[in-house]
């Protein structure tokens, strides 16, 4: 809903907070269900109600566990049936610097401080502590704001008993905190504030008046920040950026005024301008976002502009470029079909408001920010969360090679006339083994990204990944594959527990970047050596049919399972008797060789 | 301004804060008059307000309004 995209009328959406909910619900939509327990340190009614509004535009369907009035530490501290009852999905707890119950006091010593420090901290820690072993969820914590108000001026910042000081010591033990537990997420409550401007946010006529620790028409940044998180990890970010060239990478049109003449580099304001933002974008590509060209010219004139000798991005940093004259609807939903990656994880950056209409009316789900003017083409992308890193692994930083490297095997796809012949000229290597702790984190990102070949799309956070892999009674798989081109990571995860003599699937997926490489048999090829060692005489299948995952219909079928029962609903239930002389059917993929 | 097309606009922010087209308040209507018309929803209600006359109402107003019309009055007063 537009209305809901950055930058947004946040008083608008708070006046009409109900007759947009209602218009969200009445969309058609499938969403994800999730509960979400708010544990506040002070008024949270007004978040709740706009974080309802973000993340029903994301796809997400939340319930809500609502903390009574600034009970957040109670509620996560002692025993909580209705909390436990609920069993939250994320736990984000919302306090503020009017929190903090004690500061440092002029006459303190630099140990008092310390201790006081560590005390402040201890309060925090021991409860993530606690709600991680009770609920093994993902965290959402905010730091804390910098005061509306300085008593020392400006030494507040350096002095160990101004208030600055100390908030920023301990929001960095916060961060220390974030850095060594995963699943644990801070919300730069700090940052949005000085974005927002302190002295609005933090306006006392809020706290005093309804303890609101922050002032009504800044809960909608707060709530959109907080349904980033959210969103980010069950794995609803953009994946892919598709720009226009002229005026939106460089100023000036290229095919008529020449390269010499755009304006990129130092030489003048806009071409500063235009040389910052192609920083940025070579920026994003190094945390793994997809970098795609859509725009009218001619292919040799987009080249050469992307050529010019003062512009950062260069044409080998692209993924896909497409510089031609037809529409670009087309061009932009061949992009996502060449990247095999769904429409709605594409994000449109065009200075042309018409060409961004036309792809807002006529392509599904694609993001197409109002970049306004090219001095606030960061700022717009920046804050528009597209990208909210929660997690960032080795396959993000590799992402764009990965993806250069499958349109390289297609074009070598192309050379060969047979099919087991090319598989075979890939040389690939596969790894498939338990879940082992480096990949927990990958492990889990695929469980919430993968839609297509999913035949239970059943998500999971990392914790319950680490939870699975622990379980004695749970047989877990990882599958990475590396061929000549390149490495494409983690691409298939299967999950089954044991029940007597029969493994249950509760989980078999791959990234469709591996689709047609016979990765699926090696798992499968693997799943039956480690049942045969675990006594295991059956293998029971489910699909359960989703808007996405079609393609894997008749996939148990296709390993040479039996059709046991079926639903109107369309779900299956599939069973294979592993037999006594199991032959594998993995002929081109050498596993953990 | 006068009161009737100040009223005019105040029914429209009360229409979009409640979500109910039929709702129309004068002088004496209070908190009591409106289903919805909680301390939480009070808060919204003051906000959109505030920002459809570009009034800032000071804690001590908020605190002792004790209908709409004293809430007309403030916002009459201060815009003239």
């Known amino acids: 809903m537009r209305e809901l995209e950055y930058p947004f009328d946040s008083e608008y959406i708070l006046k009409k ?23 506040g340190g002070s008024t949270t009614h007004d ?123 301990l929001n960095e033990k916060f961060y220390g905190y974030a850095r060594e537990n995963a699943n644990f997420y801070i919300n730069d409550i700090q940052y949005l504030s000085a974005c927002y401007g302190l002295d609005r946010w933090g306006d006392p006529f809020y706290w005093h008046m309804y303890k609101y620790a922050l002032c009504l028409p800044a809960i909608p940044d707060l709530s959109f920040n907080v349904a980033n998180i959210i969103k980010s990890i069950y794995g609803k970010n953009k994946k892919a950026l598709v720009l226009d060239l002229d005026n939106t990478l460089w100023g000036g049109i290229v095919g008529d005024d020449g390269v010499e003449n755009l304006e990129i580099g130092q030489e003048t304001s806009m071409g ?58 087309k061009n932009v939903a061949d992009i996502a079909t060449e990247l095999n990656i769904m429409q709605d994880a594409l994000v449109f950056v065009d200075d042309n408001p018409a060409e961004r209409e036309i792809i807002r009316t006529g392509l599904n789900g694609v993001a197409v920010p109002e970049i306004g003017s090219p001095e606030q083409y960061i700022r717009v992308l920046d804050r528009s969360g597209y990208f909210e890193v929660t997690n960032l ?62 035949l239970t799309t059943k998500r999971y956070t990392q914790a319950e990944i680490e939870q699975a892999a622990a379980d004695d009674s749970v047989i877990t798989l990882y599958g990475k594959l590396e061929d000549k081109f390149g ?29 047609k490489r016979d990765m699926e048999f090696a798992m499968m090829d693997t799943l039956v050596a480690a049942c045969k060692a675990a006594g295991i005489t059956e293998i029971k299948g489910y699909y359960y049919p989703t808007a996405k995952n079609k393609m894997v219909e008749k996939f148990y079928e296709l390993q040479g399972f039996a059709l046991e029962s079926a639903d109107e609903q369309g779900n299956t239930v599939w069973r294979y008797p592993i037999p006594e002389n199991y032959e594998n059917k993995n002929q081109v993929i050498m596993v953990n060789a | ?64 309004m004790k209908n709409v019309g004293e809430m007309v009055d403030i916002i009459l007063a201060a815009i003239g």
């Open chain 1, 47 to 169: 978040i709740i109600k706009v974080l309802e509004l973000f993340l029903l535009h994301y796809g997400i369907e939340p319930s809500f566990y609502e903390s009574e009035y600034a009970q957040y530490w109670q509620d996560a501290m002692f025993d909580n049936e209705e909390l436990l009852a609920f069993a939250p999905d994320i736990i984000y707890i919302h306090t503020s610097n009017r929190n903090i119950v004690e500061y440092p006091v002029a006459a303190d010593s630099a140990a008092d401080v310390e201790d006081l420090l560590d005390k402040s901290y201890e309060h925090f820690r021991v409860m993530w502590d606690k709600l991680r072993e009770t609920y093994h969820c993902p965290v959402i914590q905010n730091n804390f704001e910098y005061p509306y108000y300085r008593l020392l001026g400006n030494k507040e910042a350096s002095d160990i008993h101004g208030r600055i000081s100390f908030l920023n010591r």
């Open chain 1, 487 to 515: 490495d494409n990571g983690v691409v298939s995860v299967v999950i089954g527990h044991k029940e007597e003599n029969a493994l249950h699937m509760d989980l078999w997926l791959m990234s469709c970047r591996v689709l």
């Open chain 1, 272 to 329: 500063q301008v235009f040389s910052e933002f192609q920083t940025y974008i070579k920026q994003q590509k190094d945390i793994g976002i997809m970098l795609n060209v859509s725009s009218k010219n001619e292919e040799e004139n987009a080249l050469a502009g992307l050529q010019h000798p003062d512009g950062t991005l260069k044409p080998e940093d692209f993924v896909i470029i497409k510089a031609n004259w037809e529409p670009k609807s």
């Open chain 1, 393 to 454: 692994s080795e396959d993000d930083k590799n992402r764009s090679d990965m993806y250069k490297a499958n349109l390289e095997r297609k074009k070598q796809q192309e050379s060969f006339g047979d099919y087991k012949e090319y598989l075979k000229s890939l040389e690939m290597q596969g790894t498939i083994k338990p879940f082992e702790p480096m990949y927990m984190a990958r492990i889990a990102q695929l469980t919430n990204k993968s839609n297509q070949f999913n």
């Open chain 2, 1 to 64: 301004m006068t009161r009737e097309a100040l009223y005019e606009r105040l029914n429209a922010v009360f229409q979009d804060v409640f979500d109910d087209e039929d709702i129309t308040v004068n002088d004496a209507t209070t908190s009591a008059d409106i289903e919805d018309w909680d301390s939480l929803e009070h808060i919204n209600l003051v906000s959109a307000v505030e920002k459809e006359f570009g009034v800032k109402f000071t804690m001590g107003q908020v605190v002792t």
């Open chain 1, 17 to 39: 907070a109900k007759s947009i909910k209602k218009a969200l619900l009445a969309d058609g939509s499938n969403r994800m269900p999730k509960k979400i327990a708010v544990l």
